[in-house]
């Protein structure tokens, strides 16, 4: 009885002590190893050697263009930057100028003011229109400067070209003094010429705005070009083809190409096919593939007149007569072969 005793006390002993060190080896958990807080790090500075921020006086400036050219990007400022200047914090500069970027000033539209010298300036300074540039006929060198180009000017009004709209958010406006047209009894309108120093100032000044803004000859044009129901300015005497042959400013179509189209229009089969409806809305879909704002109906309303005779200042300033004949139609055809809408 003794030894039985002995036995499972022993027994109970060896289970207790067995459990005792099964929960206390259960009961250790490994302390975590403490987490390494890293800092993240500023991006390094790019590499660009060219990007130089210059300072004069309290004004910066960025003068050299990083972007790619050949896409229409600009990263160079012609005038000062302009930055935010939130109240307890700091803008830098560090990672200027971002390579994705261009120019606001995408066209440059001209017009003229129907008003003499002294009344253009007032109405352009003091009233509710306006124009980044006024070109005088004073005989002078002078250019008057309205508006900063950053800036927009209010000289375009409801405006389309192509794909564009509003075109005050997108272009450089240039008004040139000039008298405006006048009617004869019969309502045909007379225009008066403009004098040769004053269009060597408008080819100067193009010339030099489309060079830096990199404006296509597409995106250099006429009010009329822009809303031909409503404008007529800088209208047929505008030398376009002169600023085409002596400064390359601008569209202009080859004569050959031209004369090729003309050739293959039967002058008979023409006549016949001008009030033709098929014909109508072929012609209004090419004049809308060049660029006017017209919407093609296959109707000759009012609209597509002013929107010939706008076709007609710009390219065929001989006869403005608002009417689609043969050699309007073979100009318009050479035009969008030579400048296709991309």
Sequence with gaps: MRNSLYVI???????????????QKSAVTPKPSPTK???PAKPQTPTRPNAVIKHEGQNEFFKVNLANAANNDNTISYGSIVSANPQGYRVVKTYF???AQNFRQKYIILHYTALDDDKSVM?????GVSAHYLVNDLGD???????????RSYHAGVSSWRTDKMLNDTSIGIEIVNSGYTTDSSGYRIFPDFDDEQIKKVAALVKDIATRYMIPATNILGHSDIAPTRKQDPGPKFPWKKLYDEYQIGMWY??????SFYSQIIPEEFGLQMTNAQFIFKYQTALKM??????????????????????????????????????TWAILQ?????????
């Design 334 to 342: 050479a035009l969008n072969q030579k400048y296709p809408a991309k």
């Design 290 to 327: 060049l660029g006017y704002g017209l919407e093609p109906s296959g109707t000759y309303d009012d609209a597509t007149k002013k929107t010939i005779e706008a076709f007609q200042y710009h390219f065929r300033p001989a006869n403005y007569d608002g009417v689609m004949d043969a050699e």
């Design 37 to 39: 807080v890293t800092t």
């Design 141 to 151: 060198r002078d250019i008057y400067q309205l508006v900063d180009e950053n800036k």
């Design 9 to 23: 006390g022993l027994s109970f002993a060896i289970i207790s002590c067995g459990s005792q060190k099964s929960v």
């Design 254 to 259: 080859d004569e050959p190409v031209k004369q």
């Design 123 to 127: 109405v352009l300074t003091q009233q």
């Design 97 to 99: 100028p971002a390579l």
